[in-house]
Nanobody, 122 residues
Framework: QVQLVESGGGLVQPGGSLRLSCAVSGFTLDYYAIGWFRQAPGKEREGVSCISSTDASTYYADSVKGHFTISRDNAKNTVYLQMNSLKPEDTAVYYC???????????????WGQGTQVTVSS
């Protein structure tokens, strides 16, 4: 049974940092790209970052480049999203999802976690 579980969300002040984790089970992480998406109330789901399975290439939305870093630990079957210099506009529910290759389109991803809330507010 494929399962993805996000954790690490919470309330943080502007300028603060959070590290999200995406723990996967039921499949071998080595063979899948993992993407992070976010969705704010009233807005469409937005691709944030992705890390490939083959050479660990990374991709970022322009809005988070230089502030977010994605990484993976295949031995722990976990993907991380380090988020620094957080802004109120980063507030959203963050999801991780699997795909064969990185894509910015959420419809290309097959399995999804339940999401974790990130709130950036003073």
């Amino acid at each position: 049974q494929v399962q993805l579980v996000e954790s690490g969300g919470g309330l943080v002040q502007p300028g603060g940092s959070l590290r999200l984790s995406c723990a996967v089970s039921g499949f071998t992480l080595d063979y899948y790209a993992i993407g992070w998406f976010r969705q704010a109330p009233g807005k469409e789901r937005e691709g944030v970052s992705c890390i490939s399975s083959t050479d660990a290439s990374t991709y970022y939305a322009d809005s988070v480049k230089g502030h977010f870093t994605i990484s993976r630990d295949n031995a722990k079957n976990t993907v991380y999203l380090q988020m620094n210099s957080l802004k109120p506009e980063d507030t959203a529910v963050y999801y991780c999802a699997t795909a064969w290759v990185c894509s910015s389109g959420w419809m290309d991803y097959e399995y999804w976690g339940q999401g974790t809330q990130v709130t950036v507010s003073s």
